[in-house]
């Protein structure tokens, strides 16, 4: 296995998958910030930029929590 293909493989793993799911916490934190921001200055389109960030972070999380479920599902000392 080459280099490249040990680094495409570490990404679907569970370690992987943890720190994607810790990289986007700290997204959110960024976007609970764009959030007060936008509300304080009373900009709605900045508001509606916040929350649509919001929505692709939510979803981008479930499914990094999907695939770290269906990697537990196949892990035989799990069950």
Do not use: Y
């Not at 997204?27 to 509300?39: E, M, Q, V």
């Not at 929505?55 to 537990?72: D, F, H, S, W």
Request: glycine share 12%; aromatic share 4%.
């Amino acid at each position: 296995m080459s280099k490249i293909e040990k680094a495409k493989g570490w990404k679907h793993s569970k370690p992987g998958l943890w720190l994607s799911i810790g990289t986007s916490a700290f997204g959110a934190l960024s976007i609970a910030k764009d959030i007060r921001g936008a509300r304080a200055d009373n900009d709605t389109l900045k508001l509606i930029n916040a929350v649509v960030g919001a929505a692709a972070l939510i979803t981008g999380t479930a499914l990094l929590v999907r695939e770290l479920k269906r990697l537990g599902d196949d892990d035989v000392l799990l069950g």
